[in-house]
């Protein structure tokens, strides 16, 4: 089955810098990655997510990209505010058909943003 | 106006009971989940339903018995509770139409004592 790795567990930065995550994943079959985010006590959220007919995405600061051959792929923070700070989920699935639709989560980076 | 909304949001419970947590979405989704979040913060997915079908049940011991009266509702029931049980319980949903963008609800933390 399916395993995604997450590195790594814990991330501190300075509030400007940028941040990035790197997850591997190791079924050449899953073709959606999406990432959450989880606040101290929340619910995780999804922040942004790719598909394997695109390398890239990008939504304001946060952007994911792709790498299909190596399996790799990656979240990246540009200008990192402290609202930044949470556990980000990297996770992986096979899309159509629908009903085997399993996210297999990685295990999670801590991201801290220091003022 | 909740999405994805479970009751209850804290459970305190002794070893050996019987305990239920409900999930409920307004969000006409097609398939719901149940997911478990340990204390180092690992998510795994334990069960899934479709259209009130299941359609994965991972490798959890069968004191948990999902069940879903209704697509819009996925309830979990747990059984002869362990101190192992101990965790964050999410509910999740999904469009279930190629669409795998899952919503969460806020979570139950289930205490074992």
């Known amino acids: 089955g399916e395993n995604v790795e997450q590195h790594p567990s814990t991330l501190s930065v300075q509030e400007g810098d940028s941040a990035v995550i790197k997850c591997t994943y190791s079924d050449s079959a899953s073709n959606y990655f999406p990432w959450y985010k989880q606040e101290l006590g929340k619910r995780p959220q999804l922040i942004i997510d790719?598909?394997?007919?695109?390398g890239e995405k990008k939504d304001q600061r946060i952007a994911v990209t792709l790498n299909k051959t190596a399996k790799h792929f990656s979240l990246h923070i540009t200008e990192t505010q402290p609202e930044d700070s949470a556990v980000y989920f990297c996770?992986?699935?096979?899309?159509?058909?629908?009903?085997?639709?399993?996210?297999?989560f990685g295990t999670g980076t801590r991201l801290q943003v220091f003022p | 106006d909740t999405a994805v909304s479970q009751t209850p949001k804290y459970l305190v419970t002794q070893m050996g009971n019987d305990k239920s947590i409900k999930c409920e979405q307004n969000?006409?989704?097609?398939?719901m989940y149940w997911y478990k979040q340990d204390s180092k913060k690992f998510l795994k997915i334990m069960f899934s339903?479709?259209?009130?079908?299941?359609?994965i049940n991972e490798t959890v011991p069968n004191r948990f018995s999902p069940k879903s009266p209704d697509k819009a509702h996925l309830n979990l029931h747990i059984n002869s509770l362990e101190l192992g049980d101990s965790a964050v319980y999410f509910c999740a949903s999904s469009p279930g139409d190629r669409v795998n963008i899952q919503y969460f609800g806020a979570g139950t933390r289930l205490s074992v004592l």
């Open positions: 339903y479709n259209n009130k079908e299941l359609i």
């Open positions: 790719i598909r394997s007919n695109v």
């Open positions: 969000l006409g989704h097609d398939t």
């Open positions: 996770a992986a699935s096979n899309a159509p058909p629908y009903n085997t639709d399993k996210l297999i």
